[in-house]
């Protein structure tokens, strides 16, 4: 069961309803239940983490914010970027931590943006992803009872504007980029799937099923 996952693609969800959906499989999950994926977009929301601070959200505008309980600061999320959810029992596996799996998650990123020649780079003391001195991926997790929930975004081709009115993680004048920006242009679908294979690949993961409700 460690090298199998399930993998939904809920497509477009608001961030309050599939926030909600990761914390009860969390809790509800036992040493049986298999690890998922959960590939998202969302309607354009800032999200802030434990160590958020409101006055990293400069301008808010009309976009809601949520408080919510991943590691890190404040982020933005809407449609045209990808949002990965790892639910991964972490007891399952004895070399892992939590720094393992943010690794996993950045050289995933990192290994994908090389399919199209892109450099990209971490920070030390600032999870996500670079290209340029600019951040196209952000990371965030919480870790409960050995399980992991939260995850990862990924910039792919959404309007940036928002990213200006705060603070991005917390850092004041922290550029974005994303792909279309870098001269990726290519169907979100496609370039979705290829993220996948990397994701899976970083992550250990051998078999993969997909599974198409919550329910399920």
């Not at 892992?96 to 690794?103: D, N």
């Not at 994908?112 to 020649?117: C, D």
């Not at 870098?182 to 990397?198: I, P």
Request: net charge negative; proline share 4%.
């Amino acid at each position: 069961m460690i090298d199998t996952v399930f993998i939904r693609d809920f497509g477009l969800c608001f961030y309050a309803e599939t926030y909600h959906a990761m914390q009860q499989f969390t809790a509800q999950r036992d040493e049986n239940t298999p690890d998922e994926l959960w590939l998202v977009q969302h309607p354009a929301v800032y999200t802030l983490g434990q160590a958020g601070r409101v006055e990293h959200i400069i301008k808010p505008h009309d976009i809601p914010v949520f408080f919510c309980d991943r590691g890190g600061q404040v982020t933005y999320h809407a449609p045209g970027q990808l949002v990965v959810y790892v639910l991964m029992d972490l007891k399952r596996r004895p070399q892992w931590g939590v720094k393992t799996l943010v690794t996993a998650l950045e050289q995933a990123i990192i290994d994908f943006l090389a399919l199209y020649s892109l450099t990209a780079n971490r920070r030390d003391h600032a999870p996500g992803v670079y290209v340029n001195e600019e951040k196209i991926a952000s990371l965030g997790l919480r870790i409960r009872r050995g399980c992991s929930y939260h995850g990862l975004s990924l910039n792919i081709a959404m309007d940036l504007t928002p990213f200006s009115w705060i603070n991005p993680c917390g850092y004041a004048d922290l550029k974005m980029t994303q792909l279309v920006d870098l001269g990726v242009k290519k169907e979100f679908s496609a370039l979705s799937q290829e993220f996948l294979d990397c994701l899976l690949s970083a992550l250990d993961y051998r078999n993969h099923h997909w599974l198409n409700t919550i329910e399920e």
